[in-house]
């Protein structure tokens, strides 16, 4: 494929770090839901029963709750903005826009900025929950 043509395969890699960065937080949540003897590292018991409390799932909730509890960083890091952006271009597809959600052009819309934000995005979240929150060996 020529190289002025790369573009079109932005949207399914961004496609798949939505679904891979909704996986890991998700993996998270659920440790920390059931994990009840044991918990999760780095999450405070009082973290832990507000996870409980909730039954919710998906890629925004997972992502509000992070932000809430401060799991991947300061509410106002970028990450938690990055990941609604990924979580934006993800129900592009999921939904098929149905809401008009701007840019319309798809090539704009999935751009290589939106792919670098996206990459560094899903690293960030993979370096942080194996840091801080590591899975029982």
């Not at 890991?24 to 409980?52: D, K």
């Amino acid at each position: 494929m020529p190289s002025h043509e790369r573009w079109k395969f932005n949207k399914p890699i961004i496609i798949l770090i939505a679904a891979i960065s909704e996986a890991c937080l998700y993996e998270l949540v659920t440790r920390a839901r059931f994990n009840v003897r044991e918990g999760v590292p780095n999450i405070s018991q009082r973290h832990l029963e507000a996870i409980r409390s909730s039954k919710k799932d998906g890629l925004d909730y997972l992502t509000k709750t992070c932000k809430q509890l401060k799991i991947l960083g300061h509410p106002k890091s970028d990450i938690y903005s990055n990941l609604e952006e990924v979580a934006r271009l993800r129900d592009r597809i999921h939904i098929q826009n149905k809401h008009g959600f701007q840019p319309a052009c798809e090539k704009t819309a999935f751009s290589e900025e939106k792919l670098v934000i996206s990459e560094k995005t899903l690293e960030q979240i993979l370096v942080i929950l194996s840091r801080n929150y590591p899975r029982p060996l």
